[in-house]
């Protein structure tokens, strides 16, 4: 089975920084993508960031100059967020793709969706 793991979310005050990591399993091979998005209450999923295998790097504007993704072996990702805003609250999930352009729902992701981890900045 294809699936994700998400942690590290957590209450944190605006301002404040969280660390997210994603780790993937049951993919028969190491060349993907691994992507974030997130989900806040009533409104849509949406793609958040995003790692290619050679470290290629895609953000939303919203979170650019805040949000750091990076990548330290085949199926571990992290998204260090700083200067969290309360609008970045939301439930986050991360998933695997076959590329960035996972983000815009220009593609498929290649595993199951996680149960995510929830972000909750207060003001």
């Known amino acids: 089975q294809r699936r994700v793991v998400e942690l590290g979310g957590g209450l944190v005050e605006a301002g404040g920084s969280l660390r997210l990591s994603c780790t993937a399993s049951?993919?028969?091979?190491?060349?993907?993508?691994m992507a974030w998005f997130r989900q806040a209450p009533e409104k849509k999923r949406e793609g958040v960031s995003c790692i290619t295998w050679t470290g290629n790097t895609v953000y939303v504007d919203s979170v650019k100059g805040r949000f750091t993704i990076s990548r330290d072996n085949a199926d571990t990702a992290y998204l260090q967020m700083d200067n969290l805003k309360p609008e970045d609250t939301a439930m986050y999930y991360c998933a695997a793709a076959a590329g960035c352009e996972v983000i815009d729902g220009r593609s498929r992701i290649l595993t199951d969706w996680g149960q995510g981890t929830q972000v909750t900045v207060s003001s």
């Open positions: 049951g993919l028969p091979y190491d060349d993907y993508a």
